[in-house]
């Protein structure tokens, strides 16, 4: 398999984030993520594939089943484990899991191991891209519920209106714009993505770094993370085999079978690492809540990447 480029990034930023920490309260970072965050969508929403979106809508049952897990099976699944944990050591830990199985699905890595494996394209994209605008309303709604002992006393009008301004109008305005400035962007498309790896990795940085200093990590034990990591591959799995099950018993084709499991079992790290900024900017604990979704973002484009090239391979 080839080096997968960004996870090193992340990898590195956690690792200066332990070694030179104080950079993290700078203002000029501090402005450079945020503007970034509105950028970054602003830049979804000029990719965004019009008649791609107006193809895949045509296909509600596979639509249904993938946003069903993506924003119900998966906050479900956590949350019938929150009385075993509750008022105890490991709560803090099943928070970043409960943040994780709220969050949408991730929009480019979806879409190309979809088409990797052959399977339906235009779903992938549509599903893929209403994910992030659905999770700007679905995520925060989910989080409610424990909001206010996370959150720092910030309402849930608050929070809504945070995520519009930075995530939902930034996207809507790109959206709406790219036909106009189509000829102009084209040249620097290829670059975007980079745009978008380099502000996920210096807000990692920056979580990690203020979590660091907080000495938040001080009693994370080795074996704490093992069971983190194991956790969340024991979650990916159920999440990825039961949409196969579902897929099979709902007599989708070969190539909606892809779709609803690629697309059903993928979370967003752009996403998530966007709203923790958003909604929990002041909480010294953030880098322990991106903890799982960092770890399940690099086990899921991994694991997802075999599965796909096997597909492939399988095929031919």
Known sequence: MKVNWFVVALLSAIGLSFIYPDASRSNWLESVINYGI?????????KLPFQALKEGLKNTRLHLLIQSF???????????????????????????????????????????????????????????????IIGVFVTP?????????????????????????????PLCIGFLIQRSVKKKITPFIHYLPLFDKTIIALLVYQSFANSYLAGVFEKVAILELIVIILVVLLLFFIIYFSLGILGRSLNFDTKDQITARFCGSKKSLVHGSA?????????????????????????????????????VASIS
């Open 70 to 132: 993506t924003f119900l099976m998966f906050p479900l699944i956590i949350l019938i484990f929150y009385p075993l944990l509750e008022e105890t050591d490991f709560e803090i830990y099943w928070f970043g899991f409960f943040f994780l199985a709220c969050l949408p699905s991730t929009v480019s890595s979806s879409v190309v191991m979809v088409s990797l494996a052959r399977g339906n394209v235009p779903a992938a994209i549509f599903n893929a891209s209403i994910s992030g």
């Open 141 to 169: 709604l989910w989080l409610k519920l424990f909001l206010a002992n996370t959150a720092q006393a910030v309402s849930f009008n608050e929070v809504i209106i945070k995520l519009i301004g930075q995530i939902l109008l």
């Open 38 to 46: 509105g950028l970054i969508f602003f830049f979804y929403g000029l």
């Open 275 to 311: 709203m923790a900024k958003i909604i929990f900017s002041s909480s010294p604990f953030l880098g322990l809540w991106l903890l799982p979704l960092m770890i399940y973002h690099i086990c899921q484009l991994i694991i997802v990447a075999y599965l796909a090239d096997k597909k």
